[in-house]
């Protein structure tokens, strides 16, 4: 089981540079690393003075490299897919489709690149992931898709069952598609078998992105405005999708007084600029990549005091929109949305209030 490190802020902020250190950092310390660049542009290479491809290579001791590149990884789901189809599908169609023939759709890039993360992750190979991604809302998007899609899978699995449609058509879908299709389809072949082994590793996912220990995040800013200001965007955004964030990294400024209290009770990190080829100052300046016991946990929900805490760091009341159906609370802050599902013994119950309090969305059940 590894350790994933991330970088969320402003383009130009150094978060490669401090990826690159961090993932330096912790082989230096004795753990095997993996370092992975989304970046599939020549800039990466030239940013480690060497050529890095899409399979990992060790560059140092405990240290290994790999540049993301969605063709590939399209190829290699694509692959599995079909394994899938053969595993759950009486008469599987997707053995004439080749992975070399498609193309990436937008938002591939990031489905592809965290099925890439999981399977480095399992694969028991390393102690810790370094992950150098765009560092945004796509970032935050991606490791968020685990409870995004168990969200749609519980909706929808439900909505299409329950359906009068659905039950009506049921009797001619098997005729239907092996005139249309040549296969021998029936409601059958969607088995709860294939939907269940998928929402168990769904919800493995999400359960890893919610634990500190396994998945962490790190702020990188300049004194820059716009870029403090970008930070605390992020770090606002990144609790709703359960993401802990362990600090911010104020980079090339050894004063930090120009963050305030921005970002309290985060602990701030001042890291100095390097010469070309000279990575040890920086490499000692960083923080050791733990989860301090400090760090506001992205939600909490207190039984006996009725209450739901949601920290958003970053918004205030006028940035959220709260919602409820049934006992599913949706939280939109920003550009995100969040979905809580009520404890059972609140069964029933709904949202009568709502405050900010030291950063915290705090609501009231009644």
């Known amino acids: 089981m590894s350790s994933i490190v991330t970088f969320l802020g402003k383009g130009g902020t150094g978060r490669t540079t401090i990826a690159i250190a961090a993932a330096k950092k912790l082989a230096s310390g004795g753990q095997k690393v993996l370092l992975i660049g989304q970046d599939s542009s020549p800039a990466y290479s030239l940013a480690l003075g060497m050529s890095v491809t899409a399979k990992p290579q060790e560059i140092a001791a ?196 120009s963050l305030g209290d921005d970002f309290q009770p985060l602990p701030i990190t001042s890291l100095p600029r390097i010469e070309p080829g000279n990575w040890q100052p920086l490499i000692e300046a960083l923080p050791s990549f733990s989860a301090a016991t400090s760090i506001p946990k992205p939600i909490l929900i207190e039984i006996p005091e009725k209450k739901i805490k949601v920290f958003l760091p970053g918004f205030d009341k006028r940035q959220v929109k709260l919602t409820q159906y049934g006992p599913e609370i949706t939280i939109e802050a920003g550009d995100q949305r969040r979905n809580i599902i009520l404890p059972p013994q609140w069964t029933g119950r709904s949202v009568t209030g709502a405050k900010f309090t030291n950063k915290y969305l705090e609501l009231s059940i009644g």
């Open 62 to 257: 405990n240290l290994s490299v790999v540049q993301m590149n969605s063709t590939v990884l399209l190829e290699e789901s694509w692959a599995e897919a079909k394994k899938l189809e053969q595993q759950y599908m009486r008469s599987p169609i997707l053995k004439n489709v080749y992975g070399q023939e498609l193309g990436i759709l937008p938002g591939m890039d990031q489905a592809l690149a965290l099925n890439a993360i999981r399977e480095y992750e399992s694969s028991n190979q390393y102690d810790a992931i370094v992950y150098d991604g765009s560092g945004d809302l796509n970032t935050l998007r991606m490791f968020g898709l685990p409870d995004i899609l168990s969200w749609y899978i519980r909706r929808f699995q439900g909505v299409f069952t329950d359906s009068d449609i659905v039950k009506a058509l049921s009797p001619f879908v098997q005729p239907v598609t092996s005139a249309v299709l040549n296969v021998s389809w029936s409601p059958d072949n969607f088995t709860s078998e294939s939907t269940k082994e998928a929402s168990q590793m769904l919800e493995k996912g999400k359960e890893a992105l919610e634990d500190p220990q396994r998945v962490i995040a790190y702020l990188v800013t300049t004194a820059d405005e716009i870029a403090i200001a970008k930070a605390q965007y992020l770090w606002g955004s990144a609790q709703q999708i359960g993401l802990t964030v362990g600090g911010v990294l104020l980079n090339q400024d050894s004063d930090n007084s």
